[in-house]
């Protein structure tokens, strides 16, 4: 089992910057894929980005070159930056562990999953 606490939310201005992390416990993040997704009022769960246990990484269009993902296995910790936010981005974003390969954007392929926290973008 792997328990995720995700932190850094909060209020922010179009144009401004986040960090999100995510805070693993129970077993070593370095085996598992990572995702963020987020969800906003109304829509479904989708992907912004995942990072491999090799290292690789894949972004959705929207956030492509405002958003970056990182990991610490030493921390056991993943963490989102995110810059140039737009009000578009505002949701619940949240962390995700995959044990397996496959489609890294669907969230079913996600196996653990942390509690969320609030991003929203003011115009």
């Known amino acids: 089992q792997v328990q995720l606490v995700e932190a850094g939310g909060g209020l922010v201005q179009a144009g401004g910057s986040l960090r999100l992390s995510c805070a693993a416990s129970g077993r070593p993040i370095s085996r598992y894929t990572m995702g963020w997704f987020r969800q906003a009022p109304g829509k479904e769960r989708e992907f912004v980005t995942t990072m491999g246990s090799g290292g690789s990484t894949r972004y959705a269009d929207s956030v492509k070159g405002r958003f970056s993902i990182s990991r610490d296995n030493a921390k056991n910790t993943v963490d989102l930056q995110m810059n140039s936010l737009k009000p578009e981005d505002t949701a619940v974003y949240y962390c995700?562990?995959?044990?397996?390969?496959?489609?890294?954007?669907?969230?079913?392929?996600?196996?653990?999953w942390g509690q969320g926290t609030q991003v929203t973008v003011s115009s």
């Open positions: 995700a562990a995959a044990t397996y390969g496959g489609d890294y954007r669907q969230p079913a392929l996600y196996d653990y």
